[in-house]
């Protein structure tokens, strides 16, 4: 049930490098569902693991800190937004470093 749960709400979304932003976009609705600028990253990380990707996959969740949203929804002044069950994780979060300079948040 979870598997098919995690298909249904995050199988059809598309992350977007155009210009200066990082786009998420739902094929599926035909919509854009958020944005973020590159400038507001301030670090990515990878997870994997039960949590983090559906069992039997090689996805996993690619995290950013940004700095860009509302201080007030954080006390250490940035928030983070999840990529979740991003194939090649890695990669992915290798790209959006090269792009933003960002650090790596991974411990």
Known sequence: MGIAHSGVAFGTMEYRLYGD??????????????RASLEGIRAVSVRRGLWAAPPRTDAGT???DRTDLDAEQSPYGFYRQSL???RDPERVAQRLREVTGSESGDP
């Open 62 to 64: 690619v995290t950013l």
């Open 84 to 86: 979740p069950y991003v």
């Open 21 to 34: 932003e990082l786009v998420a976009y739902d094929a599926r609705l035909d919509a854009v569902q958020w």
